[in-house]
């Protein structure tokens, strides 16, 4: 088992990270260009820096122009029919039980006495109906908290502890999303705004839409050029791009809203490997739904328990989903019948996962432990087909318990719970986000990369930490989808800076698999193969 006294010791304060060579991580202070030798190696990225005083926050929070009117006194009823189609049930049993009795009684001259005595008793009735029927909500909703404490927060609250970024109320980028197939990547901002950058073009099309609300996720659709999916606070948003325009405000009728009752706000996307279906996640929502994008249609993977679903991560090759949950409990779906297998933990929810290359393997944490799990599978055909396959009991691979590292400039604490992680798509790197100790100061979040192998037996092996600049916390990390050199690791920063790490190394031959369904064969045959070098030196 790996663990963080194995590391080598972090850069100096004031290094920064720039590349890794030779398996060494080299930090410089500040940041320099790289060697001659790799500059030719790497494309145009470009290298970002968003401040957050650049980016103007909403001064409202409100759903809806109403507040910005004068005061109109309407009728009841008109009031429980808007109330109906803004919020639903709910808002109109509140307009019911709120609902002044003289006041809301339609001021018709010819009416007789009895017909005001009749009006005044049924809203009497309805009132109290109401108001007994909101109090049993109350009460069922407060029973239900009390087992699923999550459900009591607020909604942009609920967002910021199940989201990906580290700090995602403050820091200036909430999410970030590589194109599968090119350098090109969107960037989520606090502004609820959307920028698309390009190695090829200096077009940067920022985009707007009113629905585009406290961004928690985004996907690119594979094996399409301009299919953005979005997740935002009341819907799921996917922008049809064209990649040839020049403009830089698309129109907001370029993006598809897909919304379904119950399923609100979305943590977290997954497109299938195909570009086929659209997964999409709510803490709120107990049921996964699987959409159909070309016909806004959808399915709900129904299973009770767990709370709602925090994050989803399908396999590379495209077999398995990882649904993780608000309570102490994951599934790992399989895609071919929709049958799923349920692994409880001990201490609390899982925090974050991610799959190996081939899907024969899943890394994941859980929030309250300082240690990285392993799941290994089977993959079944003919009569065993529609199985998991996944082992009964997770493994322990690395402990990331708090260590104390001696350096020229005094003891550096680090470790901590992981937020989260990512493995690059030839499997030999894991950068995972480590986040610091409130208790100890000089426990600071950071991230650790190690290198890994996964056949024909799985090894993970220390490589080193990542630094930046002075006051820079890593907010979140992935990995380039096609870089040919090695692995190419995106940084975003607190500060609101992006930064490129390349991991110059000769990759192994693991197996490839592309965009359709891979060959069901026992994992058994996969160890087979020649047994090939870890890692080679340039």
Not at 319 to 333: E, G, N, Y
Request: aromatic residues 10%; hydrophobic residues 40%.
């Amino acid at each position: 088992m790996c663990s963080l006294a194995l590391f080598p010791p972090p850069p100096a304060p004031g290094d920064i990270t720039l590349y890794e060579y030779n398996n060494a991580l080299v930090s410089e202070l500040g940041y320099e260009n790289l060697p001659l030798t790799f500059q030719g190696q790497l494309e145009n990225l470009p290298a970002l820096t968003i401040p957050k005083e650049t980016l103007k926050t909403h001064s409202r929070l409100e759903h809806s122009t109403k507040p910005a009117f004068i005061h109109h006194r309407e009728s009841l009823w008109k009031r429980c029919i808007n109330a109906w189609r803004d919020i639903g049930v709910a808002g109109v049993l509140e307009e019911l039980a709120n609902a002044e009795e003289e006041s809301d009684l339609d001021e018709e001259t010819n009416e007789q006495s009895w017909v005001d005595s009749a009006k005044e008793l049924v809203l009497r009735w309805m009132k109290t109906g109401s108001r007994c029927t909101l109090t049993l909500c109350c009460w069922v909703s407060s029973l239900h908290g009390s087992f699923f404490p999550h459900l009591s927060l607020q909604k942009e609250d609920m967002i910021a502890k199940f989201s990906q970024a580290v700090d995602w109320a403050s820091c200036p980028i909430r999410a970030f999303a590589w194109h599968p197939h090119t350098s090109k990547f969107a960037v989520a901002l606090l502004d609820d705004s959307i920028r698309v950058y390009n190695a090829n073009s200096a077009t940067v099309p920022i985009l707007k839409h009113r629905l585009q609300r406290n961004v928690a996720s985004m996907a690119w659709k594979p094996l399409c050029a301009s299919i953005l999916a979005v997740a935002c606070h009341s819907c799921v948003l996917v922008w049809h791009l064209d990649p040839t325009s020049l403009s830089t405000r698309p129109s907001s009728g370029c993006a598809q809203v897909l919304s379904h009752p119950g399923h609100s706000p979305i943590t977290s996307l997954a497109w299938a490997p195909s570009g086929g279906l659209l997964l999409s996640a709510s803490p709120v929502d107990t049921a996964m739904l699987v959409w159909d994008v070309s016909t806004e249609n959808c399915i709900q993977l129904q299973w009770f328990g767990g709370g709602g679903v925090t994050y989803l991560a399908w396999s590379s090759e495209g077999s398995k989903v990882l649904a993780a949950t608000p309570s102490a409990v994951f599934r790992v779906w399989e895609v071919q019948m929709w049958t799923c297998e349920k692994w409880p933990t001990i201490k609390g929810p899982c925090r974050t996962g991610c799959w190996s290359p081939d899907g024969s393997r899943l890394l994941f944490t859980v929030e309250g432990e300082s240690v990285i799990y392993t799941l290994s599978f089977l993959e079944y055909s003919g009569e065993q087909k529609g199985k998991v396959g996944g082992s009964k009991t997770a493994s322990i691979v690395a402990d990331l318990s708090e260590t104390t590292f001696e350096t020229l400039f005094g003891e550096e604490r680090i470790g901590g719970e992981v937020h989260s992680m990512v493995w690059d798509p030839s499997g030999e790197r894991l950068a995972v986000i480590i986040k610091g100790s409130c208790d100890s100061p000089k426990n600071q979040t950071i991230i650790a990369v190690f290198r890994t192998r996964n056949s024909p037996v799985f090894e993970l092996l220390p490589c080193g930490f990542l630094r930046g600049e002075d006051g820079a916390q890593p907010q979140l990390v992935v990995f380039h989808p096609c870089f040919k050199k090695g692995a190419l690791l995106t940084v975003c920063w607190s500060t609101g800076k992006i930064s490129h790490i390349p991991f110059f190394f000769v990759t192994a031959q693991f197996p490839s698999f592309t965009s359709e369904q891979s060959p069901l064969v026992p994992l058994g045959n996969r160890s087979s193969a020649r047994e090939q070098p870890l890692f080679s030196e340039l």
